[in-house]
C-alpha cells in the first residue's frame, strides 16, 4: 500500500481553490505555468514513492547511532540528500540568483506534505537544509553566501537550526552560548546546543549550524542574541575541510521521528570553534524568526500529512476488512460487511478527513499568503504580511494538536491491529507526536496568537482576518446549500467578538496573567473557526462543481468534500460554544491554584 496523501485532493485545492496559477502572472513567477506545477508534483509523488516511502520502517526500526563520537544514519539518507540536491528539490523555492527556481511556496509547500507523507523523518533533512540556506541568502554576507549556499543546495552539506539549549527551551532569551570576537573575522564559540534535528550525521559531508549565541558583553535577553553560522568542519585556507571544535555529545532515544538524529552538542572544548556572524549583532532572534516562522508552517503540514497516511491507511483497511452485519439485520447466515459500512466507522474516518484536509487548506492558504506578500507593494504587501502573522500559529499548532487526535483514531479503526507493527498507523502516531512540541509548544504558539497577534497594530491583523471571513460568508450565501454553514460561521464569528471583547476587558482590570492564562482554549476556539472557514472555502468550490458538469467519479469527490464540511460544522464548530463559555468564565483557577496543592 502507498498511498499517503490524495492527489486530487490536491489539485483540488491549487486549481479549483486557491488558483495557483494566478501568481504567475506576477514577474517573479512568470517562468512557470500550471503544466509546470503538475510535473513538479508528479516528479515529487515518483520520488516519495519510489525512494522514501519504501525505507519507512527500516528508518524507523534502525535509528541512528553514535558510534566513535560519528553519527552514523540509514544508508538511504545520502541517496536522498543526493537525489533532492542534484534534482533541485532543496533549491526549488530559491531565486534564479542563488540557484533556486523561483518556485512559488504554495506549490513547494504542496511537494513537502508529499515527502512529509511518504516518510517524515527521511523529509526531514532536506527541509532543515532549505530553512538554514535561506538563512544565510537572506542576512549573510555575499563570502558566506558563496562558502556555503551552493553546496547546501547541492545536498552535499546539512543544514540546522541550533537554538535549544539544556537549561534554555521555548525561553531562548536566556541562552548561554557564547560568542568571543577575535580580530581574525570569526567569533570563537562556546557551549552547548541540545535536541538538534539532523545535528550530525553520516549522510553528507557537513554539517552546517545557523546557531544562536551571546557575543560576550552584549545585553541580557533577547535583545543580546545574535545569529551564527557554525559548521562542522569550517573552510581552511587551503580549500579544505577541517574539524571546527564541535563534539556531538549524545543522540536521543525518541518516541517517533526515529529516523533523523537528535543531537546535543557541545562548541569549543578545545577553544576552537569558530563561528561567523549572519546579519547584524544582537539581532540574530529576529532573524532566526525568519526561518522559525516558516519552519512553524512546515511543522503544521508535516503533522498533517502523517496524519493524511495515517487517514489513507485507515481508509484502505475500513473498506476490506469485513466483520459484521447491519445493525437492524439479525440473520446470522448472511455475509459480513466492510466495517467501513458501520455509521460509527464512517463517523471516524470523516473525522480524520476533515482534520487533514481542513488543516491542509489552511497551510495552503497561508503559502499563498507568502507568495502574495512576496510579489506585491504596498498596503496589499502589508495584508498579506499580516494575515499571514495571525494565521501562523494556528497553521502549526491545530494540525500539530489535532494530528495526533486525527491518527490516534486512525489506529481506532484497525482497532487491534492497529496498535501492532503489522500495520504503519503506530508508528504514524509516534512520528507525529513531535509536532506538538517542534518550533514552540502548544502553548507557546498559544501565548504568540493572543498576546502578540491578536493586538499588533492595534487589531489590524485580526480585523483582515474577519473581512477575509465575510467575504467568505457573503460569497456562500448566494450559493444554495450553503446558506446553513455561512450562517453557522457567521454566528461563530460573533462570539469570537464577544470572547475577545470579554478577554480584552479582563486584560485592562486583571493584568496580563489572568489574560493569557487560558490562551491555549483560545486557541482551540479560534482555530474551529479558522478551519470551519476553510472548510467553507472548499464547499463553495465543490457546489459550485457540482452545478457544472461532471462525471460520477467527481461528483463523489465533491459529494466527499460536502459531507466532511458539513461533518466539521457539526461536529467540530460546534465545540467552540463550550470554549467560549470557558473562556469567558470569571473564575481564574489556573492562575489562583497554588503549586502546593498539588503536593499529597
Request: glycine fraction near 8%; charge should be neutral.
Amino acid at each position: 500500500m502507498t498511498k499517503f496523501i490524495s492527489k486530487r485532493n490536491l489539485q483540488f485545492l491549487i486549481k479549483e481553490v486557491f488558483q495557483t496559477k494566478t501568481l504567475t502572472t506576477y514577474d517573479y513567477y512568470s517562468e512557470h505555468n500550471e503544466k509546470m506545477f503538475d510535473m513538479v508534483i508528479d516528479e515529487a509523488q515518483k520520488l516519495a514513492v519510489k525512494l522514501m516511502y519504501p525505507v519507512l520502517d527500516e528508518m524507523d526500526k534502525k535509528p541512528p547511532e553514535l558510534v566513535n563520537g560519528e553519527v552514523r544514519v540509514h544508508a538511504a539518507v545520502k541517496k536522498i540528500m543526493k537525489e533532492f540536491g542534484q534534482g533541485g528539490w532543496i533549491a526549488s523555492g530559491f531565486s534564479k540568483v542563488h540557484g533556486g527556481d523561483q518556485l512559488p511556496f504554495t506549490i513547494k509547500g504542496v511537494t513537502s506534505f508529499i515527502f512529509a507523507a511518504s516518510n517524515y523523518s527521511a523529509s526531514a533533512y532536506p527541509e532543515l537544509t532549505t530553512g538554514a540556506a535561506e538563512l544565510i541568502t537572506s542576512f549573510g554576507s555575499q563570502d558566506l553566501i558563496e562558502t556555503y549556499v551552493p553546496k547546501m543546495l547541492d545536498g552535499k552539506w546539512q543544514g540546522t537550526m541550533a537554538l535549544t539549549e539544556p537549561a534554555a527551551g521555548s525561553s531562548l532569551s536566556d541562552i548561554i552560548t557564547t560568542a568571543f570576537p577575535t580580530d581574525k573575522g570569526y567569533f570563537k564559540i562556546k557551549g552547548v546546543k541540545t535536541f538538534i534535528s539532523a545535528g550530525d550525521h553520516d549522510g553528507v559531508e557537513n554539517i552546517i549550524h545557523l546557531m544562536l549565541a551571546r557575543i560576550e558583553g552584549a545585553p541580557a535577553g533577547a535583545k543580546g542574541i545574535s545569529l551564527f553560522v557554525v559548521p562542522k568542519k569550517r573552510v581552511d585556507n587551503n580549500g579544505h575541510l577541517v574539524p571546527n571544535d564541535i563534539t556531538t555529545v549524545s543522540i536521543y532515544h525518541k518516541l517517533g521521528y526515529r529516523g533523523a538524529p537528535a543531537a546535543e552538542l557541545s562548541m569549543g572544548e578545545k577553544d576552537d570553534c569558530r563561528g561567523w556572524l549572519v546579519g547584524q549583532e544582537n539581532k540574530g532572534l529576529s532573524h532566526m524568526f525568519q526561518m522559525m516562522n516558516a519552519a512553524r508552517i512546515l511543522v503544521g503540514l508535516a503533522s498533517c500529512a502523517i496524519a493524511s497516511a495515517a487517514y489513507y491507511a485507515a481508509l484502505d483497511y475500513t473498506a476490506n476488512r469485513r466483520q459484521g452485519r447491519p445493525i437492524a439485520q439479525k440473520d446470522p447466515s448472511i455475509d459480513q460487511i466492510p466495517i467501513i459500512e458501520h455509521a460509527d466507522v464512517k463517523r471516524m474516518l470523516l473525522f480524520q478527513r476533515s482534520i487533514v484536509e481542513g488543516s491542509l487548506s489552511l497551510i495552503l492558504q497561508c503559502c499563498m499568503y507568502a507568495d502574495l506578500m512576496k510579489v506585491t507593494e504596498g498596503e496589499e504587501k502589508e495584508k498579506y504580511g499580516l494575515l499571514l502573522d495571525l494565521l501562523t500559529p494556528v497553521a502549526k499548532a491545530f494540525p500539530s494538536e489535532f494530528g495526533i487526535l486525527s491518527t490516534n483514531t486512525a489506529i481506532q479503526c484497525f482497532g487491534g491491529y492497529g496498535y501492532c507493527e503489522d500495520f504503519p498507523v503506530e508508528q504514524y502516531l509516534r512520528d507525529v507526536r513531535i509536532h506538538a512540541i517542534h518550533e514552540g509548544t502548544t502553548g507557546i504558539q498559544a501565548m504568540d496568537l493572543l498576546g502578540r497577534k491578536m493586538v499588533m497594530q492595534n487589531g489590524k491583523a485580526a480585523f483582515l482576518f474577519v473581512d477575509e471571513v465575510k467575504q467568505t460568508i457573503h460569497t456562500a450565501l448566494e450559493i444554495p446549500g450553503l446558506e446553513f454553514f455561512a450562517t453557522q460561521l457567521a454566528n461563530a464569528m460573533k462570539e469570537l467578538e464577544k470572547v475577545t471583547g470579554f478577554l480584552f476587558t479582563a486584560f485592562g482590570e486583571k493584568g496580563v496573567d489572568v489574560y493569557l492564562s487560558d490562551a491555549t482554549l483560545f486557541l482551540e476556539f479560534y482555530s474551529r473557526i479558522v478551519i470551519s472557514w476553510q472548510w467553507l472555502i472548499q464547499g463553495i468550490a465543490s457546489q459550485k462543481a457540482l452545478f457544472g458538469k461532471c462525471s460520477k467519479k467527481e461528483k463523489n469527490f465533491y459529494q466527499g468534500k460536502v459531507f466532511t464540511m458539513n461533518y466539521f460544522f457539526r461536529y467540530e464548530l460546534s465545540k467552540a460554544a463550550a470554549l467560549a463559555t470557558r473562556l469567558m468564565d470569571k473564575d481564574n483557577l489556573t492562575v489562583e491554584m497554588k503549586s502546593e496543592y498539588f503536593k499529597d
